[in-house]
């Protein structure tokens, strides 16, 4: 893992892509086990998110890829989500369904219940990347529902 971060770099696209994809599928096996990792690559992959003009592939591969963090390790991205959750939004609202968005916004959902506070200022862009679903899952569809009767709200 600790190589892979250090291939987080977008000035050699390829590289930083293939690295980037790496590390949301290694999460995925990984589970909980990830979490002292994320303070190794979290920080690269939120600057690519923010980075100007970076290329379609890296950004949606870069969110899908903290989506997953987050959904192994929520307890950990969550507190970020402020700082990447309006490009995370937009790289994903134009991806078709697939197993990759559908455990990226499962990520995203969990942080969103550990960190409400996190995504009220863009909300809006929240629910624009949800309406971008046209068949989620069942259990997807449930947490999305959850997620807009959150008590949470009324605290934010």
Known sequence: ????????????????????????????????????????????????????????????????TIGRLGYVCPQEVAPQLQQFIRPWCTSLRNIRDNEEKDSAFRGICVMIGVNPAGVVQDFIFFCDAVASWVNPKDDLRDMFYKLSSCPSWDST
Do not use: D, H
């Open 1 to 64: 893992m600790p190589i892979l971060g250090l291939n987080l770099n977008p000035e050699f696209i390829s590289v930083c892509n293939n690295a980037t994809w790496a590390i949301g599928e290694i999460a995925m096996q990984m589970g909980a086990e990830m979490q002292p990792y994320v303070g190794v690559v979290l920080p690269n992959l939120v600057e690519i998110i923010n980075r100007p003009n970076t290329p379609k592939t890296l950004l949606e591969n870069t969110a899908i």
